[in-house]
């Protein structure tokens, strides 16, 4: 199967999803998945509201790039931030699944939480989008959306996990949750909310 029709399959069918996936090309894809959604927020989020002149509702943390550029420094930083969130959070999963003497691959597990990154980014990037336009959400709102949106991703996850290393899913449940907490640090130092 080929990387983009495993992209789409992760929509249409997350069971058989989760079956090609234990033999995709590891950990390639996930990197490829991981890098392509930060390439989208970036180009797609991030880009069109700089160039618009907008700024963000919280001020930089980086002390060298001024609250003003920040959104166009942000086409340079997401894709660097979703790689390292990728990273961390499938290395956390990797260390507690062989803690708990669970089945484990880590590149594998690279591979899905790159492809459920992108699969779950999409659909962010453009619900993004439509609020950027329309406008009548803050970033507060758009946050607990995004938050919402990611019950998706743990559904994905779960079956994912369930499916390739037998991994119970009160454990599976847990650990996509996981995985969204660990990122908030990161996500919170560096993203900014295109609203």
């Not at 789409?8 to 997350?14: C, Q, S």
């Not at 997401?78 to 290395?91: H, M």
Request: avoid cysteine; hydrophobic fraction near 60%; aromatic fraction near 14%.
């Amino acid at each position: 199967m080929k990387y983009w029709q495993l992209w789409f399959l992760a929509y249409r069918n997350p069971s058989r999803f989760a079956d090609v996936l234990s033999s995709a090309s590891a950990p390639r894809w996930g990197f490829y998945a991981a890098f392509q959604r930060g390439l989208m927020d970036g180009f797609l989020t991030y880009l069109p509201v700089y160039l618009l002149g907008k700024v963000p509702p919280m001020p930089s943390y980086l002390a060298f790039i001024p609250t003003e550029k920040y959104y166009g420094a942000l086409v340079v930083i997401a894709p660097l931030v979703l790689l390292a969130q990728w990273l961390l959070t499938t290395a956390l999963m990797h260390l507690i699944l062989r803690l708990s003497k669970q089945k484990s691959d880590f590149d594998v597990l690279l591979n899905l939480t790159g492809f459920i990154i992108l699969a779950i980014g999409a659909v962010i990037v453009v619900w993004d989008a439509i609020w950027i336009v329309v406008g009548g959400m803050n970033q507060y709102s758009l946050g607990i959306s995004h938050l919402l949106i990611d019950l998706w991703a743990i559904a994905i996850g779960t079956i994912a996990l369930r499916r390739i290393f037998d991994v119970p899913v009160w454990l599976g449940i847990f650990l996509n949750i996981l995985a969204i907490i660990a990122s908030l640090p990161l996500a919170i130092m560096f993203m900014r909310s295109p609203v």
